[in-house]
């Protein structure tokens, strides 16, 4: 059975006009090899995760970059099946005991059985063409069955191999949809620039992109001036976000494939914090155009645009709810800011959600969570990253003190969080699991902010 995957892989950026382009995506091809009657999965004893092994992938070929590929894709697709706690991994320690096959066919699974696995991950890397053939295998130890099987090439980019290979192992294993292909985008003052006539280069930011992982971060604006709050659309393939470069702040949508650029605003007032529909046909936004901050939902080519609160307050960072009906956003109408809700057209009552001493910038999970993410004053200059169950209200409180923690954005699969934190002295991004565990620093150059998960 032959099938395609979505792996996407960049080429090197190119700068096209106001805003840098990332060149023509690839799509690299995989042929599963298993037999299309074998649905077995992996299990643990008494329920705990199973327990996996996953030695170096064998080169080959004894060239260094084949040697080197093969050692990076084992290295990345033990840390991407690492991230979802799915599985428990069997030190690589204890590895140097086991023989290493000739072949995927001559895999040692009894001497694996001794280690205690319930399952090995196998794999070879070979030179093909400009790229590489990746072939792994996931065999369940007690039964001796192949249970997972595929090929892959087209592409030169070894991560992306681990990436892909990581990903259909969650699904077919564990019914998950994992995350090793998805991106992350965020707001960076690292290039040092200044505006004209300032001192400072605070004022100049920039939209970067990079992978889940924070590897591979690349530019996409190279405006010279103030650019924040990006939001990847649902197709993964178009940013939107706020842009200074006219003067006052407008809603721009940067298409990083097709190396095109809109504006979804031109005025009048000032218009930021764009958010975009679950289904990518509509951008919520906050617009002083009508002399007030309010929140305004419209097409996503800027047609049939909407008011959708009307308060003397002011009405701010939106996010939409998972099936699109509802859009949560922060506003101080009852004296400080809270998180409130509306349906989506505007038509029924607000409600108040949030009942802490200064809320902001929401961001509602996927489903099948119905949670919302936000920061919350917890203390003199403080800020932490809070979790409220719509439903019920309940509230859970997921980092504590000592920093600013805010800007949350849930990853598709709602298992994790991305967030700015100066824990570390600057700003910088972070990704933490939805309980709050397993928190991890992605950048370091510059300071980076306002972190959106694509799908």
Known sequence: MKHRISATILVPAVALGAFVVAGAAQTPQTAAQQPSDV?????????????????????????AETVAAAQLVSNVLWDDLNFEREFAFIPRDVYATIPVPKSLDDVPLDRWRELNADGVIAGTVQKSGTGFLVRVRLFDVKSRRQVFGSEYSGSSN?????HAISDEILMKQRGLRGVARTKLTFQSDRDGERLA??????????????????ENQRRVTATRALNGFPDWAPDGRSIAYTSWRRGQPQVFISHIYEGTLDELTKGPGENWLPAWSPDGTR??????????SEIYVANRDGSNLRRITNNPAIDTSPTWSPNGTEIAFTSDRSGSPQIYTVSADGLSAVQRLTNDSYCDRPTWSPAPFNEIAYAARTGGSEFDIKVIDVPTREVRQ????GAINES???????????????????SQIF???RDGKDVRQLTKAGNNKQPSWSN
């Not at 070894?158 to 681990?162: D, G, M, S, T």
């Not at 997921?398 to 003190?401: E, P, R, V």
């Not at 994790?416 to 570390?424: D, E, K, M, N």
């Open 408 to 426: 949350p954005s849930f990853a598709p699969n709602g298992r994790h969080i991305a967030f700015t934190s100066t824990r570390s002295g600057k």
């Open 283 to 292: 951008v919520a936004f906050a617009s002083t155009r009508d002399g007030n």
């Open 197 to 214: 006539g300032t001192i400072e280069n605070r004022n100049v930011k920039e939209i970067y992109f990079s992978d889940y992982d924070g």
């Open 158 to 162: 070894a991560r992306v191999y681990a």
């Open 398 to 401: 997921l980092t504590f003190g």
């Open 39 to 63: 649905i077995t999965t992996i299990s643990g004893d008494s329920g705990a995760p199973p327990r996996l092994a996953l030695p170096a992938f064998v080169p080959v070929s004894t060239d």
């Open 431 to 433: 990704v933490m699991a």
